[in-house]
């Protein structure tokens, strides 16, 4: 029988908050932000990065939360699909144009793609239609047909162009006091 592994200190900055905790070496970033710090947005799909349901921002850089380790972000910035959004009462570009180009049904893809999509557009600020469609090549929905995926990250790119302040995320909701 093998020694059960020493915790190991990591310190994260989670949608602009702070949060030092013990963790297991294996334990996975996207487990850590959905079981210890209450963030459910991410979601647990394929479980092989496939899917790109697990997508959040490492210092701005979309990555897969299930292919990392949460001791890999040790000291990183990272949001996640709860921090879009500025406030309770109003939404990220990128989520107002999605709600209002119908860019999604069961919503199980879409805070992945947000994620991804954000950070997109922060670097390519007008796409192209196929800009758009190859960086959502990464990401799987099984319900819209990408059509008006596509509409909406247009549209969100119209939004942030009339509106450069409002590129950044917010502070978004945090249900949790402590981690």
Known sequence: M???PALVSVRLRVNGRE???????RLLLSDFLRYRLGLTGTHVGCEHGVCGA??????????????????QADRAALT???????????????QEAFRLEHGLQCGFCTPGILMTVTAFLHEHPSPSEAEIRRELAGHLCRCTGYQNIVRAVRRASLLLAADP??????????????P
């Open 2 to 4: 093998s020694p059960t």
């Open 165 to 178: 302040g409002r590129a950044t995320a917010g502070a978004g909701r945090d249900p949790v006091s402590s």
């Open 80 to 94: 996640t699909v709860e921090g879009l959004a500025p406030g309770p009462d109003r939404l990220h570009p990128v």
């Open 54 to 71: 697990r997508t959040i921002q490492l210092d701005g850089a979309p990555v897969r939360s299930c292919l990392m380790l949460a001791v």
């Open 19 to 25: 949060y030092t905790a013990e963790v297991p070496p």
